[in-house]
């Protein structure tokens, strides 16, 4: 199955990919506070977060992971539309969103726009 | 309104109060935004001929239809006003993310007026708009400031008992523009900067910003832009895109080395500001040592991106070693020609140490090398001495530049007098001959005596010597779009016009200059601008809107008391010819152009837009 790759070591923090995706999903109209893709950015760390499922308590300990040479808070590159970040829910409502790859057959638009091709679209065992 | 929000937001900081008033469509679509909007409020709304350091001068921060849409590098904020550094038109432009954030707030201009009785910063978060004490950040490099502002963020997010990182993101989000000590001091080489390393720093803006107490403007906006036609948007932004992408320039070496691939091209062509423009060469090893390759194999990081532009251009850097340890963002191409070659100095560490005190303290690196290497050629002419400087000031030496760079920001030691600039340094010990600049705005790196397009620009640009202005490198050093021979002067005048009116349009519409670099067209700006704001753009409207807002800053100009006599360049560039090189017995032949340049603009003899030219263009004469 097709699935988007985000290398965050390409990433320049463009954030072309926010403004797209929120273009997409409603006519005319731009708002990266309402993408479904954000990067996330930190001193020399540009790295494109995907929004991925809901959840309604944020987890119960914070965790650290480790990528490559860089310790990461765990929150920083969390997918999920959580209680505890602003992102990946509509600012005024709150509903939130998540990503849905532009449609079927997967046709992200980040991916298209991505001049860097931190974004790809690549192929995953199901 | 399609592209612009609507809003323009009027701050009186004498009275500490603000109104919101309504963009005027006529005047949005005539003026294009950015630069061309901001002098359009300044002519209106000041006298040309005030104190710019006192409370009727205004600060105009102005973006455009398409900043914020996700046009392709379309992120630029212009900030304009009567300059206190050459008392002519003053602007410059940050790149970063602040222009895209005012707009999501809800704002196409910020107006400010007057003057804070204590120091003051401006938030703007989506309709709460407030003018907070900023006594705590009075004296703060900017890094410190925007540091302190987030945390300032995160805590007001922590005490309304939101989850834990809420506030992280959102101080994170939040965009911050703001001056350091060298603005707060009224050093007239102030910048203002934002993101810590994109900066608005040519003739003084930060020093107005610093003279009305305002330390800072902080923005988070939640809001939407609107566009007309979103398919055709698309379409037009991904076509230019393609483009970039695909030039080797644009698409391949930009993006990898940024603007330090200059050197080498610069020194082939002999027109490098070296040793304060004494000389348009450099010898080959010390090239090499600041050129990109090698610039990326010792301080480089990694690129940056401003908004909405894939090259990544940006420089994210540290120095290791320890006497010149730091890190920030750059140095650019400018900055290294003239904290470095311009002051006879290869080394790139002391140069990158520099260019970081330029950004922590808030200064434009270009007039900072500038006025060094000008002190450092006074010092070796006898002119001044160690008495004066504090030690002895000679080219090439690299501890030298720091100190001054630091110095300059706090208006310390040597540093008070460099702080106002080469002229009135040049004027102070009496010798007016050695400073290199135009309309008291300190020259770029550009020898002109070797590339006389490039003198024409800079003796006729409406801020002074700004090279950006009218961009003549991209043709007679770089060949893009045509390649021109810089040591003629036939047929330059009409070039020098076509860039000057082409990049007032991109400087107003908010597309960064080295799109120029790809063959990007007036046709590709305008299907940019109709798809956006569906107002009725064509390549016509649009190229006069960019004459007018050219003959828009003339006005101010002349009103403000600037001549014939102004359009010149120094006395090197015109009188002694160059000593070696490819441009070797050349000087600036500025007379054998000027005539044609007025001719072509529709002026007359004296510079003056005649009055057939201002009523084609539907500008009032003075």
């Given amino acids: 199955m097709l699935r988007i790759k985000a290398d965050y070591t390409k990433c320049t923090g463009c954030r072309q990919c926010e403004v797209i995706c929120s273009l997409q999903h409603k006519e005319n109209t731009i708002n990266p506070k309402t993408s479904r893709i954000r990067v996330f950015m930190r001193e020399d760390l540009f790295f494109p977060v995907i929004a991925g499922p809901y959840t309604d308590a944020e987890c119960n300990a914070r965790a650290f992971v480790t990528i490559g040479d860089r310790e990461y808070d765990e929150c920083w590159i969390c997918r999920a539309s959580c209680p505890v970040k602003p992102w990946f829910k509509e600012p005024d409502t709150e509903i939130p969103l998540k990503c849905d790859f532009c449609g079927e057959p997967p046709d992200p638009q980040c991916v298209k726009w991505c001049f860097q091709e931190a974004l790809t679209l690549v192929e995953v065992p199901d | ?622």
């Fill in chain 2, 1 to 622: 309104m399609n592209g612009w929000v609507g809003n323009i937001l009027r701050v009186n900081l004498t009275q500490g109060n603000y109104t919101v008033e309504e963009l005027d469509p006529d005047i949005a679509k005539d003026y294009l935004g950015g630069g061309g909007l901001g002098v359009k409020f300044l002519y209106d709304e000041i006298d040309p001929t005030i104190d710019p350091l006192g409370p009727d001068n205004k600060l105009i921060f102005s973006v455009s239809s398409l900043v914020g849409t996700g046009s392709p590098t379309t992120c630029h904020c212009a900030v304009v006003s009567k300059s206190p550094l050459t008392g002519a038109i003053g602007r410059s432009i940050m790149g970063g993310y602040f222009g895209a954030e005012l707009k999501y707030a809800g704002y196409d201009a910020i107006i400010v007026e007057g003057k804070s009785p204590e120091p003051v910063s401006l938030w703007i978060m989506d309709d709460d708009i407030q003018l907070k004490p900023a006594q705590h950040l009075w004296g703060k490099t900017i890094p410190e400031t925007e540091d302190m502002i987030r945390a300032e963020i995160e805590d007001e997010w922590r005490a309304r008992g939101t989850q834990r990182t809420h506030g992280e993101w959102i101080a994170r989000e939040t965009q911050i523009a703001s001056v350091g000590p060298a603005g707060e001091r009224l050093v007239r080489l102030a910048a203002i900067l934002t993101d810590k390393g994109r900066a608005a720093a040519r003739t003084g803006m930060g020093t107005v910003m610093g003279s009305k107490n305002l330390k800072a403007v902080v923005t988070r906006g939640t809001k939407p832009v609107m566009v007309a036609d979103g398919e055709a948007f698309k379409q037009a932004a991904l076509a230019i895109q393609e483009i970039l992408k695909g030039n080797d320039l644009t698409g391949n070496r930009h993006p990898k080395y940024g603007t330090p691939i200059a050197p080498p091209l610069w020194n082939t062509w002999g027109v490098l500001p070296a040793r304060h423009f004494q000389a348009g060469i450099f010898p080959t090893e010390a090239v090499d040592k600041i050129k990109g390759r090698s610039y990326r194999a010792s301080i480089l990081l990694r690129g940056k991106s401003c908004f909405s532009c894939g090259m990544g251009c940006g420089r994210l850097t540290r120095v290791a070693e320890e006497e010149f340890a730091g890190s920030g963002e750059g140095p650019e191409w400018e900055s290294v020609a003239l904290l470095g070659i311009c002051c006879g100095v290869d080394n790139l560490a002391a140069i990158a140490k520099a260019n970081y005190n330029c950004n922590e303290l808030g200064i434009d690196t270009i007039s900072a090398g500038n006025v060094i290497a000008c002190a450092m050629e006074l010092f070796e002419k006898g002119i001044i001495t160690e008495k004066d400087v504090g030690f002895e000031l000679r080219f090439g030496d690299p501890q030298a530049v720091v100190r001054l760079t630091r110095e300059i920001g706090w208006r310390e030691g040597f540093g008070d007098i460099l702080a106002e600039g080469a002229y009135r340094m040049t004027e102070k010990y009496g010798h007016p001959e050695f400073f290199m600049g135009v309309k008291k705005l300190e020259l770029p790196a550009f020898n002109v005596r070797a590339m006389k397009g490039m003198g024409l620009n800079l003796a006729t640009a409406n801020e002074g010597a700004n090279h950006m202005r009218g961009p003549m490198q991209n043709l007679e050093l770089i060949g893009a779009p045509v390649k021109l021979d810089p040591l003629q002067t036939e047929g330059k005048a009409e070039w020098v016009k076509k860039l000057q009116d082409s990049m007032a349009i991109s400087d107003s519409i908010g597309l960064c200059g080295f799109l120029d670099w790809a063959p990007i067209t007036d046709e590709h700006k305008a299907a940019l601008l109709e798809a956006v704001t569906g107002e009725g753009y064509t390549v016509d409207n649009m190229l006069l809107a960019g004459e007018r807002i050219w003959n828009l800053e003339r006005l101010f100009n002349l009103r403000a008391g600037f001549t014939k006599k102004d359009d010149t360049l120094p006395k090197r560039m015109l009188e002694e010819p160059m000593p070696e090189g490819p441009g070797k017995g050349h000087v600036c032949e500025l007379d054998q152009m000027l005539p044609e340049y007025y001719q072509l603009r529709g002026w007359d003899e004296n510079g003056v837009p005649t009055l057939d030219k201002l009523t084609e263009l539907g500008l009032e004469p003075i």
